[in-house]
């Protein structure tokens, strides 16, 4: 497609699911980004890929956040026993030369 | 590390009224600066962008221009419309993307 596809679009859960986030790059973007943005704050970096190799995860909050791109392309961010500090709106960026395009965002609302 | 620090929020102007949003960075090497937009209901879209010192960018009206000696990027608009109303977002490029806290501002007819 034309730009980042993130879906779903919007994620209830129950304290303690796991919950999947899906996002589709720009086609021929080599990185990808996830970033996590609360209510009234800025985008706040979690983990960067290049092609299949996750070269940062240094912003994933806890070993309940796991991210993965396998083919280079499609990438899922997974949250296992979700809490509900954990609701906030979930970017995916992908990148050409520095310029970063997001999609629309994952909204994870933990009950 | 790399960081950015934006005038906080929220602003509210009348149409036609000047704008400035603060930016100041803190960066080792030579980062490349960003504004981001994000309008109600929608993703954050680039609006301008600068990637060495003097460097000016430029959109819809929008200016910042990249001034190492003061490591600032602050964004100006000299007429600002209710179509403008949205919340921006400084960033920069290091080893990383790094986002300011972002500025919502609201023009009122």
């Not at chain 1, 973007?29 to 209510?39: D, G, M, N, P, T």
């Not at chain 1, 299949?52 to 791109?69: C, I, N, T, V």
């Not at chain 2, 879209?45 to 960018?57: E, R, S």
């Amino acid at each position: 497609g034309a730009g980042v596809s993130q879906s779903p679009r919007y994620k209830v859960a129950k304290r303690g699911q796991d919950v999947a986030l899906r996002c589709d790059p720009i086609s021929g973007h080599v990185s990808l980004f996830w970033y996590q943005q609360a209510l009234g704050q800025g985008p706040e970096f979690l983990t960067y890929f290049q092609n299949e190799a996750q070269l940062d995860k240094s912003g994933l909050p806890s070993d309940r956040f796991f991210a993965e791109r396998p083919e280079g392309s499609v990438s899922t961010l997974k949250i296992q026993r979700t809490q509900q500090e954990d609701s906030a709106v979930y970017l995916c960026a992908s990148s050409l030369e520095r310029e970063l395009f997001f999609g629309e965002g994952s909204r994870l609302t933990v009950l | 590390g790399d960081s950015v620090t934006q005038m906080e929020g929220p602003v509210t102007l009348s149409e036609e009224a000047c704008l400035t949003i603060n930016c100041t960075y803190t960066a080792t090497g030579y980062p490349s600066l960003f504004w981001y937009v994000q309008y109600p209901g929608e993703g954050l879209q680039l609006l301008l962008k600068a990637t060495k010192a003097d460097d000016k960018g430029s959109n819809k009206g929008f200016e910042a221009t990249y001034r190492k000696e003061t490591t600032s990027f602050h964004l100006e608009k000299g007429s600002v419309q209710v179509s403008d109303s949205a919340v921006y977002f400084c960033a920069l490029t290091g080893n990383q993307f790094y986002f300011g806290t972002g500025t919502s501002l609201t023009v009122i007819p």
